[in-house]
């Protein structure tokens, strides 16, 4: 099953909004590719069967695997409790007519075992029922304490797999968690696994009011924020493998909205001055600092190209905001979003391609892309309130924060489609989120066991 | 009638029936009846508590002269701005025009305008615009002769409301600039 008959599987999941479709699955002809008629808008997820692994918390990665891939949007885990056979052990086949039978396109097993040093081996097999053949195999080792992170490798090894794509399960979210009353709100940096598992508060809960945190793409160790007091705001570089925190400096003028640089050399970020607020840039390395725009407009909300030559960037310059895009000394500032309506908050894809952004009309919110022209403009999302959209670090999702009227903000996310709407993992009340990178490169093809499929 | 005198007869319809409210009301009826030519009377023991009878009373006191209290009851240390604007509206002067008087009374006094935005815009974006308006606030007070030295400025955008509600009066009431005196004030 290759991409794009995968992806135009995808079932409208919107777990949060007031269509919930639920996907079926029925079992597809042998062999065939599945029929898809987009123009009706009915599709299917992909039918896949996740056993719970054999051994040490077996069970639970068998779980958060099925949890991962739900939440694509683009596969539908078929429940346990209709398996007919069970206990498959890694050296033994699938029975393929006991998958088949139950419309189990792909059948995921797997086996947790300890080594002689201590650490453990978790090794998996994906298999196709249908055309009896190996789609990937792999084996990871690690200390038995690690199994989640092994589940979520394992769920990018079959969505890459499958799809073609690279994954996004095994990384992080940083956020802002709120808590307190609407006027005595309680404000800090949380960060979690992607699937909002273990949240980890790592600053803020005082009188600061936490925002605008970011990973560093060249290492998801390094992060900033801002923290705004009553009289001072800040921004922070904070390494959370060695806990150093230091402050970015006094900037004469308050401060906003720090980005990196995808190699992380470069944090570009706003600071006001007489009322007026502006971009710069500051080489990490050598602190210098460089402002990029003169404008009597707002100028805010920067982001980086992942080739670091270019910035997109919010801009009222014209009266209302924008999205423009310059080059990194600042030159050739140039206006990309062609809608009315407010656009903010740009964020530039990991891949290159995209620029997501928030954009504000009609007593509406929503959350859209476009190219890096400002061609090609899409909605992917639109509720009474929602912003600040964040890449997955394979370039086809956003997670966002969304907030009722007179509700509290909660996470979301949502695919390029524009189909897969959910609540994202973490389920308190949270704003502003940040993905991280994969913390490891996944497996590449050569290190595999051979695929025996032919596509 | 333009918007400005509707808002004007409402907020002067709104400090009357705010007046009435206080109105002194005829004390509430007791179980026991105390009237005059009521019913059965049964040597009635119910102390009123009259003749100050452990209550005492004096002046609010901490609204001195100078204080931070002065400032913001006698003054007003809050003014409001149109959606999307950071243009220090003409009725909003005079309340400008007193700090700027009050200031210049006690030159010791420095302090911090405020910027404020409503929650219907995103985090970033609405920290800017609470920076104008709390720049505008500066720029007024400067021409009104305050030395800008003893006056600082930030933002918080929408982060720190003062109205709850996701309805136009509570966002009407976040769009402002709140001058905090900062040092120099008596208690």
Known sequence: MRLNLVLASVALLALGSAAGVQAQSTPASQDQPIEVDIDQGVLKAFPIAVLGFEGQNGPEIGAVIRGDLRRSGYFEPLDPASFIETGLQLQNQPTASQWTSIGAQAVLYGAVTPRPDGRTDVGFRLYDPYRQCQLVAYRFTATADQWRRIAHKIADMVYNRMTGETGLFDSRVLFVAESGTGLNRVSRLAISDQDGYSPVFLAGGGDEIIMSPRFSLNDPNEVTYVALGRDYSRIYLMNLATGRRESLGEFDGQVLAPRFSNDGTKLAFSIIRNGNTDVYVMDLRTRQLARLTTDPGIDTSPSFSPDGQRLVFNSDRSGTPRLYVMNIDGSNQRLISRGGGGYTSPAWSPRGDLIAFTKQGGGQFATGVMATDGTGERILSRSYFEEGPAWAPNGRYLMFSRQSRGGDQRLWTVDLSGRVVATAGYEGRAIDAAWSPLLDPTPASAARDADSCSS | ?187
Request: with cysteine; aromatic share 6%.
């Open chain 2, 1 to 187: 009638m333009n918007t400005r005198s509707l808002s004007r007869l409402a907020l002067v319809g709104a400090v009357m029936v705010g007046v009435a409210a206080c109105t002194p009301r005829p004390a509430p009826q007791g179980a026991v009846d105390n009237s005059a030519g009521g019913g059965q009377t049964n040597n009635p023991q119910y102390d009123n508590g009259a003749r100050g009878n452990g209550v005492e009373g004096g002046a609010l006191g901490s609204s001195a002269p100078g204080s931070a209290q002065d400032f913001s009851i006698n003054v007003g240390d809050r003014i409001y701005f149109d959606l999307d604007s950071s243009e220090v509206r003409p009725e909003a002067r005079p309340r400008l025009d007193a700090q700027a008087a009050w200031l210049t009374r006690y030159p010791q006094v420095t302090v911090r305008i405020e910027g404020n935005a409503d929650e219907r815009g995103t985090r970033e974006y609405n920290i800017a615009l609470g920076a104008r308006r709390a720049e505008a606030v500066r720029s007024y007070l400067i021409s009104r002769g305050v030395p800008a030295g003893r006056i600082d400025t930030i933002s918080f955008g929408k982060e720190r409301p003062i109205a709850q509600g996701s309805n136009e009066d509570a966002w009407a009431r976040n769009r402002n600039a709140h001058t905090a005196i900062v040092s120099g004030a008596g208690q």
